[in-house]
């Protein structure tokens, strides 16, 4: 056997390999009330950091719009501001994941109720390195909301409310659920863009640093 001096260490990147399942990719759930920023933040850290986006709203969306009966279902509950049930989201989630080709993932919007995160956690398993909660009062939130003519069925002033409602009431505790375990990182998201990205970039610089792998060779 080889004495100590022998020992070479070599610093070798942590390469991906196989499957999307055993590649396990790092996972990041960005969560915010309607208005706080998600979707702004989200392009914001794709272009800086390399992840790739998915909206589980935007899957959902693109869904309604196929005019299956799925997504005649999915378009009526959206206008309502309610919870689509979870095995269909958790079914385009898991597509979109498999699709996306990255091993950097940003979720937006996801897991907004304790039945998504069960979903998540039994169909795919992939515990999130972080969780980004952008914090915004609800009249910022509000004005942002009226402001953003997107063109979107549920951002009137009646579903918004109800959206406000289902996130103090449903999502939250799923941010409290995630703060439990320490994964949590709060950001003051009442500031414009540019600042809240600011804060933003910290933390992804912290969690993007190359990896090393150090194999021993005796
Ligand atoms: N939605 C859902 N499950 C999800 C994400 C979205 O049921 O995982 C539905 C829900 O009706 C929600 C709407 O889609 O109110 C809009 O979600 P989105 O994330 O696009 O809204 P945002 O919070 O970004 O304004
Ligand atoms: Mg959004």
Not at 80 to 103: F, R
Not at 136 to 162: A, F, H, P, V, W
């Amino acid at each position: 056997m080889g004495s100590v001096t022998d020992v070479a260490v070599k610093k070798l990147p942590c390469l991906p390999e196989g499957t999307f399942a055993q590649k396990k990719p790092t996972v990041v759930f960005v969560l915010g009330g309607p208005g706080s920023g998600k979707g702004t933040q989200c392009a914001k850290i794709v272009q800086h950091f390399g992840f790739a986006h998915i909206s589980t709203g935007d899957l959902l969306r693109d869904e309604s719009r196929s005019g299956s009966e799925t997504g005649n279902m999915i378009e009526s509950i959206m206008k309502e501001g309610k919870m689509v049930p979870a095995e269909v989201t958790i079914k385009l989630l898991q597509k979109a994941m498999q699709e996306s080709g990255n091993d950097k993932l940003l979720i937006d919007g996801f897991p907004r109720n304790e039945e998504n995160r069960a979903a998540y956690e039994a169909v795919i398993k992939i515990e999130p390195k972080l969780v980004l909660f952008l914090d915004c009062s609800e009249e910022e939130m509000e004005r942002r909301l009226l402001n953003r003519n997107q063109g979107r069925l549920d951002d009137n002033i009646e579903t918004m409310r109800k959206r406000f409602k289902v996130f103090k009431e449903s999502t939250l505790p799923v941010i409290e659920y995630y703060n439990s375990k320490g994964k949590v990182r709060k950001i003051d998201a009442g500031k414009p863009a540019e600042e809240v990205f600011e804060d933003i970039k910290t933390i992804f610089t912290s969690i993007s640093q190359v990896k090393h792998c150090f194999c021993v060779i005796l």
